[in-house]
């Protein structure tokens, strides 16, 4: 059973989704890939079900007291895109890597492209970092959330640009 709330953020509104209790997807507004919403299941209120422990890292997350989120996580994709999404999740806050390294790290140098297929399928974004991966020059390509977003959340784990408040 799939039920849906929506929080405000920083970066907009953030709908997140769980499937039987677990976190299963965090979109943003006009996110690439981003379900129907009568995918979602029923809206309840963000203090209701698995939702009130996810806020409560997303808003020190935004507060810039949390550096690495410690949720259980329901991803749904293909074998290849869960190591993909796995290894995301070892990025270290603040650092980035590009698509060819994450590529290598998985035992498959040459499939960048087909990380990068996998990385803009994230079904939980920022939790699972898919912001951290940019281009082989240093590019910032790429981004379900649009690049202004991409931008705003590396510039933010740097230090560099306080969240409004």
Request: aromatic share 8%.
């Amino acid at each position: 059973m799939k039920q849906h709330t929506v929080v405000e953020s920083p970066y907009g509104v953030l709908t997140l989704v769980a499937d039987e209790g677990v976190l299963c997807g965090l979109y943003m507004t006009e996110q690439r890939h981003r379900p129907a919403e009568e995918t979602f299941g029923e809206r309840v209120a963000a203090d209701e079900g698995p939702f009130p422990a996810v806020v409560e890292q997303l808003d020190a997350y935004f507060a810039g007291e949390l550096r690495e989120f410690d949720l259980p996580l329901r991803m749904n994709g293909t074998a290849f895109q869960r190591s993909v999404w796995e290894r995301l999740r070892a990025i270290p806050y603040g650092e980035t890597r590009s698509y060819g390294q994450l590529a290598a790290e998985l035992g498959s140098p040459g499939a960048s492209r087909a990380v990068g297929l996998a990385n803009g399928r994230n079904p939980v974004g920022i939790i699972v970092p898919c912001h951290r991966v940019i281009g082989a020059g240093g590019s910032l390509t790429g981004y379900g959330g649009g690049l202004e977003r991409k931008e705003r959340l590396l510039a933010f784990e740097r230090g560099a640009v306080p969240l409004p408040g």
